[in-house]
């Protein structure tokens, strides 16, 4: 079994530890546009299939429109949390509380929509959801803590009213990012690949 470099543990530490970061956050730091064009160069090596290069990276710094977009989120998190019978946890509050204060938000796009077969739509999505998690773990080799939000997806007009999109483009997901204070990350506690990887069939669990 070959051994990995020290290049290959570094890439593999950074895609283990990417973490969703909602605190140690540095609110009053702005994030450089060096910064953010550095990692929007990263995202968009990302791999595509049926849509091509038709991604574009909004980013979001104006106060007032970081207030109305915080509003929105925190009144979609308080109803879903109140409709499936969720708690909350305090790092998810802690979010809410002060996303207007964050220094960016970078919605996710995708120029076109997604047709109504499965099919068109794995494809769709296929091909701009990877770019969106290349500039999470790009976020993160730079100290930008940010963390993966899809609930704006639900309020997309409201959205698009106030960051002036157009019809006919999608929004994704939504990174709200900031330098982070001393927040250690490391791999999370998840099964192991033993445990939910499969070999030639279903439940026929793949073993070294």
């Known amino acids: 079994m070959a051994m990995p470099n020290e290049s290959q543990q570094d890439i593999e530490f950074i895609l283990s530890s990417a973490r969703s970061v909602r605190r140690k956050l540095d609110y009053e730091t702005p994030i450089s546009k060096e910064d953010l064009l550095a990692c929007v160069n990263v995202a968009v090596q990302a791999p595509t299939g049926v849509i091509g ?12 429109k970081k ?15 109140e409709t499936r019978g969720v708690k909350l946890k305090p790092a998810h509050r802690a979010m809410m509380d002060r996303l207007h204060e964050i220094p960016v938000m970078v919605f996710i796009l995708a120029v076109g929509e997604p047709g109504e077969s499965m099919g068109e739509q794995v494809g769709f999505f296929g091909s701009i959801l990877p770019a969106a998690w290349s500039m999470m773990l790009a976020m993160r080799a730079r100290g930008i803590g940010t963390t993966w939000t899809s609930l704006l997806t639900s309020r997309a007009e409201e959205i698009a009213s106030i960051l002036d999109i157009p ?36 439940n026929n669990l793949l073993k070294t």
């Open 67 to 81: 207030e109305a977009i915080a509003e929105l989120y925190r009144s979609t998190l308080v109803h879903l949390s």
């Open 167 to 202: 019809g006919g483009v999608t929004q994704t997901v939504m990174l709200p990012a900031a330098y982070t204070l001393g927040a250690v990350l490391k791999p999370a506690h998840r099964l192991p690949a033993e445990e939910v990887t499969y070999w030639n069939g279903w």
């Open 53 to 64: 290069e038709n991604w574009r990276f909004l980013v979001v710094s104006d106060p007032k």
